[in-house]
Nanobody, 121 residues
Framework: QVQLVESGGGEVQAGGSLRLSCAVS????????MGWYRQAPGNQRELVAT???????NYADSVKGRFTISRDNAKNTVYLQMNSLKPEDTAVYYC???????????????WGKGTLVTVSS
């Protein structure tokens, strides 16, 4: 059983900061790629940032320069430091683990339940 548990969401004024955490537990084959996605009401879930086990990162253009993703491999935990928050960042943020299973390394995605981030203007 794999579990991803997010924490750190909340309400903040525009220009403020929040730090999200996601702890992964259970039997998984690989924790190479972890990341954060978000979904605002009426919108599709979109990628925010990803990070590989070696530290390589990828960011959505909308958050680049403001958000920083990091991870602690020993703890199987991924973080998202969000600075200079904007009302447009308001969404439910979901932690994601992309596992690769089997001889062909098929992708299997695990998701957390989400944590709400609300940015007021």
């Amino acid at each position: 059983q794999v579990q991803l548990v997010e924490s750190g969401g909340g309400e903040v004024q525009a220009g403020g900061s929040l730090r999200l955490s996601c702890a992964v537990s259970g039997n998984i084959f690989s924790t190479n790629l972890m990341g954060w996605y978000r979904q605002a009401p009426g919108n599709q879930r979109e990628l925010v940032a990803t990070i590989a086990s070696g530290g390589s990162t990828n960011y959505a253009d909308s958050v680049k320069g403001r958000f920083t993703i990091s991870r602690d491999n020993a703890k199987n935990t991924v973080y998202l430091q969000m600075n200079s928050l904007k009302p447009e960042d308001t969404a439910v943020y979901y932690c994601n683990l992309e596992d690769r299973v089997g001889p062909f390394r098929n992708k299997v995605n695990y998701w957390g339940k989400g944590t709400l981030v609300t940015v007021s203007s």
